[in-house]
C-alpha cells in the first residue's frame, strides 16, 4: 500500500529527514512513534505530496506520489495536526465542503455525510458551527473530513495532541474501529500508549532517521523483554556507574543509564538484584528518594536505543 526507500528531505543546513525506508501492508495500522522535532510530520509532508522530497521515493497504491503527486492523493486521507475546518459552518456544512472537494455530489455526498457524522459520533450536532465545539469534538469532525471519501489509506498526523481524554479515546476507538474494516492507518504520536493500542508496527525515528521499526514484540525483543529499575537520588550523582558494574551480570555501558540525579538499570530479574543494587548505590551515604519497576514496553525501548525518553 506505502512503499517508502530512502527518503530524505534538507532544508538548506537543516536535514530533518535521513534516508528513511519502511513499507505499509493493505490494511495494516503502522505508526511512526517519536519525540517532537523527530521529523515525524515532515515524513507525513513529503508522503502526501506537500513536500517535494530532496532524495528517495515513495510510492502510494504503487502510485509515484513525485511523479503524480495528484493520482496518488486520491487514495489517501489526511488527518492534520491543525484544525482544517471552518469555525463559522456547521459539521454538515464543513463535512459537505470537504466532499465537494473530493468529486462527491448530490445523494452519495449527503450519504457519507450522514456516515461519517455516525461515525465520529456527532450526528447530534450536525447543525452546530464549528466555533461552538470544544477542541476534540473539532478533531473528530476533522477525522471525518479526511474519511468522506473512503480512502485507501488514513494518515492521521498527532490527532490527539491538546484535546481531554473522553474525545481522546473516542479518536483511538474510531481510528482502531475504521482499520478493522479494512483501512490502511499511518498514525504518527509521541504517545506510546496510543501506539501500543492501535498501532500493529511501529518505526521509531529521532533526529530525522528511523532507528527501529517492527512489532511491539519484536521492538521489546531489542532490549531482552527487560524490566527496567528507576531509582531517583537525592542529588545529581554520576560515579556510580563503576560501582553498580560489580552486580553480575549487567555490562555498564548497555545495560546502565545515569542522567541527573536518575539511574536506570535494564534487568530480566529485577527483584533478584535489587537489594544488591539498593546497597551499592547507598554504601557512599547516598540517599534514595525512591524506586519504581517498569515492565518493558515502547519507553523502554526509545531509551535502551537512545539513552534518553521520548519526553526528554
Given at each position: 500500500?506505502?512503499?517508502?526507500?530512502?527518503?530524505?528531505?534538507?532544508?538548506?543546513?537543516?536535514?530533518?529527514?535521513?534516508?528513511?525506508?519502511?513499507?505499509?501492508?493493505?490494511?495494516?495500522?503502522?505508526s511512526?512513534?517519536?519525540?517532537?522535532?523527530?521529523?515525524?510530520?515532515?515524513?507525513i509532508?513529503?508522503?502526501?505530496?506537500?513536500?517535494?522530497?530532496t532524495?528517495?521515493?515513495?510510492?502510494?497504491?504503487?502510485?509515484?506520489?513525485?511523479?503524480?503527486?495528484k493520482?496518488?492523493?486520491?487514495?489517501?486521507?489526511?488527518?492534520?495536526?491543525?484544525i482544517?475546518?471552518?469555525?463559522?459552518?456547521?459539521?454538515?456544512?464543513?463535512?459537505?465542503?470537504?466532499?465537494r472537494?473530493?468529486?462527491?455530489?448530490?445523494?452519495?455526498?449527503?450519504?457519507?455525510?450522514?456516515?461519517?457524522?455516525?461515525?465520529?459520533?456527532?450526528?447530534?450536532?450536525?447543525?452546530?458551527?464549528i466555533?461552538?465545539?470544544?477542541?476534540?469534538?473539532?478533531r473528530?469532525?476533522?477525522?471525518g473530513?479526511?474519511i468522506?471519501h473512503?480512502?485507501?489509506?488514513l494518515?492521521?498526523?498527532?490527532?490527539?495532541?491538546?484535546i481531554?481524554?473522553?474525545?481522546?479515546?473516542?479518536?483511538?476507538n474510531?481510528a482502531?474501529?475504521?482499520?478493522?474494516?479494512?483501512?490502511?492507518?499511518?498514525?504518527?504520536?509521541?504517545y506510546?500508549?496510543?501506539?501500543?493500542?492501535l498501532?500493529?508496527?511501529?518505526?521509531?525515528?529521532d533526529?530525522g532517521?528511523?532507528?527501529?521499526?517492527?512489532?511491539l514484540?519484536?521492538?521489546?525483543e531489542?532490549?531482552?523483554?527487560?524490566?527496567?529499575?528507576?531509582?531517583?537520588l537525592?542529588?545529581?550523582r554520576?560515579?556510580?556507574?563503576?560501582?553498580i558494574?560489580?552486580?553480575?551480570?549487567?555490562?555498564?555501558?548497555?545495560?546502565?543509564?545515569?542522567?541527573?540525579?536518575?539511574?536506570t538499570?535494564?534487568h530480566?530479574?529485577?527483584?533478584?538484584?535489587l537489594?544488591e543494587?539498593?546497597?551499592?548505590?547507598?554504601?557512599?551515604?547516598?540517599?534514595i528518594?525512591?524506586?519504581?519497576?517498569?515492565?518493558?514496553?515502547?519507553?523502554?525501548?526509545?531509551l535502551?536505543?537512545?539513552g534518553?525518553?521520548?519526553?526528554?
Amino acid at each position: 500500500m506505502l512503499n517508502v526507500r530512502e527518503l530524505g528531505k534538507s532544508f538548506g543546513k537543516l536535514e530533518a529527514v535521513k534516508g528513511v525506508s519502511f513499507s505499509v501492508e493493505k490494511g495494516e495500522s503502522f505508526s511512526l512513534l517519536g519525540p517532537n522535532g523527530a521529523g515525524k510530520s515532515t515524513t507525513i509532508n513529503m508522503i502526501t505530496g506537500l513536500y517535494p522530497p530532496t532524495s528517495g521515493s515513495i510510492q502510494i497504491t504503487g502510485v509515484d506520489v513525485i511523479k503524480n503527486p495528484k493520482q496518488a492523493q486520491k487514495s489517501i486521507g489526511v488527518v492534520p495536526q491543525e484544525i482544517a475546518l471552518y469555525g463559522t459552518l456547521s459539521a454538515r456544512e464543513n463535512l459537505k465542503f470537504w466532499g465537494r472537494m473530493y468529486d462527491l455530489s448530490g445523494n452519495a455526498l449527503e450519504k457519507s455525510v450522514d456516515e461519517v457524522l455516525e461515525i465520529i459520533g456527532l450526528t447530534d450536532r450536525a447543525k452546530d458551527k464549528i466555533n461552538t465545539f470544544s477542541g476534540g469534538m473539532k478533531r473528530r469532525v476533522n477525522i471525518g473530513a479526511a474519511i468522506l471519501h473512503k480512502p485507501d489509506v488514513l494518515i492521521m498526523d498527532e490527532p490527539t495532541v491538546g484535546i481531554d481524554p473522553q474525545s481522546r479515546n473516542h479518536i483511538l476507538n474510531t481510528a482502531k474501529s475504521l482499520n478493522q474494516n479494512g483501512m490502511t492507518i499511518i498514525y504518527t504520536s509521541h504517545y506510546m500508549e496510543e501506539v501500543e493500542f492501535l498501532c500493529e508496527r511501529i518505526g521509531i525515528i529521532d533526529h530525522g532517521e528511523l532507528i527501529a521499526c517492527g512489532t511491539l514484540r519484536e521492538l521489546r525483543e531489542t532490549i531482552g523483554e527487560r524490566s527496567r529499575i528507576i531509582i531517583s537520588l537525592d542529588k545529581e550523582r554520576s560515579n556510580h556507574l563503576e560501582i553498580i558494574g560489580l552486580l553480575e551480570g549487567l555490562a555498564v555501558e548497555k545495560d546502565i543509564l545515569i542522567k541527573d540525579n536518575l539511574l536506570t538499570v535494564f534487568h530480566k530479574e529485577p527483584q533478584a538484584i535489587l537489594s544488591e543494587l539498593i546497597q551499592l548505590v547507598t554504601k557512599d551515604g547516598t540517599k534514595i528518594t525512591s524506586v519504581e519497576i517498569v515492565e518493558p514496553n515502547l519507553e523502554s525501548v526509545f531509551l535502551h536505543l537512545t539513552g534518553r525518553s521520548l519526553r526528554d
